[in-house]
């Protein structure tokens, strides 16, 4: 082994995913079997940043010194085994020059002390997008303490079930995600049709639509509408440049019409219609301004419940247009596939990623790098700068492109199931 690395700290930040387990288990092994200890940080940053010497860091509480007996048969269980938690040590850095603040990069310099207390000398995060620009302000940070300190690398694995990640092709967890809200959507058909009804349903999935078009397709959905499908015919007056307003009228307009034609040419008085979740941040400033937000600057859409806020307006504008009544009920699905029992093909990529994880530190040397995959699972590894904005150091979204195969593929069944 080319360096110096005898102890390695497991992180996972953000919400939850299945194979989460998969991930920490074959990377923790990884170390273990080539002589390395492994400590697992735990619920994410959130003990790190409130380190001192006057609060050191307990083993139990704080951390687990992760052993090969703990991680037996951990690949497919449900949940994280060292918690997770959104704490963010760098909510005050948006900027390079803030991190030659020392006001601001305090949170950052705690998280440092708390890992060199334990006598960690590389960190894997494991965790979505928020949590991978916490890793590249972490690293920077550490490039800007004095010469001679300890430096500790850092490489990321990237989790999301809303598969919005630039730099990898599928999210471990994603596709679990979908079948579970598939098989939500499809019990939630059979309701519909029986009671000849609709449901408005709100899918994860805050920045793109891959979630919610995933649901749409394994579940049969009659709709789906997502973020990339707010263009111009769907924007307020009041859009700007920079922040995009949705016309709610005209989606409910689009909705309601479906509907008719669904009822009127084929008979049908029933159906789902899928949203996601993110269409909250494309909501007037009036209608957001008492909503909560997190430590990464995210509104709190549980607060918002689109799906019942839409439900009311189509059910009110089907029978302002027709006359008759139609029960439209609106329902948050997402927190269920969270932590899903993890399909086969999330075990086995999460149980890749976690192996790079290993091999992108002790055999690639690298720092500053994400796991990714390719093709047949070929590892690869993607450099931090390639994947956030150096100027803001926000990462990239990656959006459903508006003809690409996927987004057709979704027009294309969402009007087969129509005929």
């Given at each position: 082994m080319p360096n110096?690395?005898?102890?390695?700290?497991?992180?996972?930040?953000?919400?939850?995913?299945?194979?989460?387990?998969?991930?920490?288990?074959?990377?923790?092994?990884?170390?273990?079997?080539?002589?390395?200890?492994?400590?697992?940080?735990?619920?994410?940053?959130?003990?790190?940043?409130?380190?001192?010497?006057?609060?050191?860091?307990?083993?139990?509480?704080?951390?687990?010194?992760?052993?090969?007996?703990?991680?037996?048969?951990?690949?497919?269980?449900?949940?994280?085994?060292?918690?997770?938690?959104?704490?963010?040590?760098?909510?005050?850095?948006?900027?390079?020059?803030?991190?030659?603040?020392?006001?601001?990069?305090?949170?950052?310099?705690?998280?440092?002390?708390?890992?060199?207390?334990?006598?960690?000398?590389?960190?894997?995060?494991?965790?979505?997008?928020?949590?991978?620009?916490?890793?590249?302000?972490?690293?920077?940070?550490?490039?800007?303490?004095?010469?001679?300190?300890?430096?500790?690398?850092?490489?990321?694995?990237?989790?999301?079930?809303?598969?919005?990640?630039?730099?990898?092709?599928?999210?471990?967890?994603?596709?679990?995600?979908?079948e579970t809200l598939g098989t939500e959507i499809r019990n939630l058909h059979a309701d519909a049709e029986a009671g000849r009804s609709y449901f408005i349903v709100e899918s994860m999935g805050r920045s793109a639509g891959w979630l919610a078009y995933g649901a749409a397709i394994s579940g049969e959905a009659s709709m789906v509408i997502s973020v990339e499908d707010i263009t111009d015919d769907y924007l307020a007056p009041e859009s700007t440049a920079t922040r995009k307003v949705m016309?709610?009228?005209?989606?409910?307009?689009?909705?309601?019409?479906?509907?008719?034609?669904?009822?009127?040419?084929?008979?049908?008085?029933?159906?789902?219609?899928?949203?996601?979740?993110?269409?909250?941040?494309y909501l007037s400033d009036e209608v957001l301004k008492d909503i909560p937000r997190d430590d990464h600057g995210h509104i709190s859409v549980a607060h918002v419940d689109l799906g019942k806020m839409f439900a009311s307006r189509i059910s009110a504008e089907f029978e302002r247009q027709t006359g008759t009544k139609r029960k439209v009920t609106g329902l948050q699905l997402g927190y269920e596939s969270r932590c899903a029992r993890p399909h086969a093909f999330d075990v086995m990529l999460g149980s890749q990623l976690g192996v790079g994880a290993y091999r992108a530190l002790c055999e690639e040397n690298h720092n500053g790098v994400m796991v990714s995959v390719s093709g047949q699972l070929d590892l690869q590894y993607v450099d931090f700068e390639d994947l956030v904005d150096p100027d803001t150091l926000v990462t990239v979204v990656r959006f459903i492109e508006a003809g690409c195969d996927f987004h057709k593929l979704a027009r294309f069944l969402e009007t087969s199931i129509n005929d």
């Open positions: 110096d690395i005898k102890k390695v700290a497991l992180l996972f930040s953000g919400g939850p995913a299945p194979a989460a387990n998969a991930v920490i288990s074959t990377c923790a092994i990884s170390f273990i079997n080539n002589g390395m200890e492994v400590v697992g940080i735990r619920h994410g940053y959130s003990s790190l940043i409130d380190y001192s010497k006057d609060r050191p860091l307990q083993e139990g509480q704080d951390y687990l010194n992760l052993t090969e007996k703990m991680l037996r048969r951990t690949r497919s269980k449900q949940g994280i085994i060292i918690g997770t938690a959104r704490t963010n040590p760098g909510k005050f850095v948006s900027s390079p020059a803030d991190l030659e603040d020392p006001e601001k990069t305090a949170p950052l310099q705690r998280t440092y002390d708390g890992l060199c207390s334990l006598g960690v000398d590389a960190l894997v995060s494991i965790g979505g997008d928020d949590t991978l620009k916490t890793a590249n302000k972490f690293k920077l940070f550490q490039e800007r303490l004095p010469e001679g300190s300890k430096q500790i690398p850092v490489v990321h694995v990237p989790k999301t079930i809303d598969n919005d990640y630039k730099g990898i092709d599928f999210t471990f967890g994603y596709f679990t995600a979908v016309d709610i009228d005209k989606v409910v307009g689009n909705i309601v019409k479906m509907m008719r034609y669904r009822q009127e040419k084929q008979g049908k008085e029933y159906g789902i219609v899928v949203l996601a979740e993110g269409l909250a941040e």
